[in-house]
């Protein structure tokens, strides 16, 4: 299994509150993820990273700012929480970024907002 | 844009029993595709995949795939069911080279199986 985990597993939050998801990687690869998983819509992309510092967004990204300053970590973080954003969270790695290469995945984070 | 669709969303087998999982893309040529499992609480792992060639995919534990191209789909089978495969099965698309979806994966909606002892 490819060396992912993110933090915290479970969490319940309240509407406008800030949220930050960590998703951290022993891999070394260099293209990480964001996806949320809702039901009837499979998972989407919110953000990925192709490097330290350098992101760009999905199709689901509003409501959602990322951040990567080490190879290991990147972030998710919802400025202001809303019930809408209750969802499971995977983070996902690949070593390239092409459609050939296998994005591994990581066990996800269950948010819910009340 | 690419989509795809699985037509099930819910399926229930009898262990032992065949097993066929539907996927339809949409893609203007021949997609990059893929099957993930997600067993339950767990993260998605990937299952098989086809980039071109042998249009019959063989799987990690005992699945396969069949791409044909004239119904543009992609189904998952398995000769006989186990118990430990009950979970929830996501088929996804990757774009080729050239274009804006290049890199990224759209995925179905899922399918859970439900494996009856």
């Known amino acids: 299994d490819a060396g992912i985990t993110q933090s915290p597993r479970h969490k319940v939050t309240e509407t406008g509150t800030p949220v930050t998801l960590r998703c951290h990687q022993t891999e070394n690869h260099r293209y990480m993820y964001w996806y949320r998983q809702d039901p009837g819509h499979g998972l989407r992309l919110i953000h990925y990273?192709?490097?330290?510092?350098?992101?760009d967004k999905g199709e689901v990204s509003d409501g959602y700012s990322v951040s990567r300053s080490k190879t290991e970590d990147f972030l998710l973080t919802l400025e202001s929480a809303t019930s809408s954003q209750t969802s499971v969270y995977f983070c996902?790695?690949?070593?390239?970024?092409?459609?050939?290469?296998?994005?591994?995945f990581g066990p996800g984070t269950r948010l819910t907002v009340l | 844009a690419q989509s795809v669709t699985q037509p099930d969303i819910h399926i229930t087998v009898s262990e032992g029993a065949s097993l066929e999982l539907r996927c339809n893309y949409s893609?203007?040529?021949?997609?990059?595709l893929f099957w993930y499992v997600q067993s339950p609480g767990q993260g998605l792992q990937l299952l098989l995949k086809y980039f071109s060639g042998d249009t019959l995919v063989q799987g990690i534990k005992g699945f396969e795939a069949e791409f044909k191209r004239s119904q543009s789909s992609f189904n998952l089978r398995k000769p006989s069911v186990h118990w430990s495969d009950a979970a929830e099965y996501f088929c996804a698309v990757g774009a080729r080279a050239g274009g804006t979806s290049y890199g990224k994966l759209t995925f179905g909606q899922g399918t859970i199986l439900t494996v009856h002892p």
């Open positions: 990273s192709y490097g330290v510092k350098d992101t």
């Open positions: 996902a790695i690949s070593g390239t970024f092409s459609s050939t290469d296998t994005q591994y």
């Open positions: 893609y203007g040529a021949t997609p990059y």
